[in-house]
């Protein structure tokens, strides 16, 4: 097992951690870069958990417009310090996350964000769906599993921002895209509010 310069400069360009953690996780995958990749994934993983409680009084606030300037977006990101505020990698997250929400106009940031008439209306809309596909008579805890699929799969990754896929990287999601920074900086990373605006559009 070698440890090559090119190895660790390979692991950083795919997961922007630092060079220790990427020879620490080439170490422990026998330099096998997709295993690293992913042993790094986990170990962010943990450290987001950790965080997760620690206050955000700092953060900045971003902005996107389109080309066309008919579409636009601005999101409130919140840290735990200036330090990481003014970083410019926390800079191109902000810029990261106004695109997504630009591009993929998400209505709530997570599904915790969501109200239960909201979720209960949106529920039984997909079993009238099943309803009139004629799959009214299976059991109802087999119709309550399929109405959980399509939340899953029509609903949360579509309305809400940390279940959508990273426009830029279809393998992640936003929510992993928020970890992995979480573990780079060392710091609780919470998405506070955001807004979308397009042309034209009504509420």
Known sequence: ?????????????????????????LAETNCDIPKAVEYLKRQGLKVAEKKQDKATRAGRVGAYIHTNGKVGAMIELGCETDFVAKNEEFGELLKDLCLQIAAMGPQFV????????????????YRQEIAKEGDAKK????????????????????????DQVFIKDDKIKIGDLIKTNIAKFGENIVVKKFARFELGATD
């Open 1 to 25: 097992m070698n440890i090559t310069t090119q190895l660790i400069k390979e692991l950083r360009e795919k997961t922007g951690v630092g060079m220790m953690e990427c020879k620490t996780a």
């Open 110 to 125: 997570s599904r915790t964000d969501l109200s239960s008439d909201i979720l209960e209306k949106e529920k039984e809309f």
């Open 139 to 162: 059991p109802l805890q087999v119709i309550d599993k399929i109405v959980e699929g399509k939340l899953e799969k029509l609903f949360y990754s579509r309305k809400c921002l940390l």
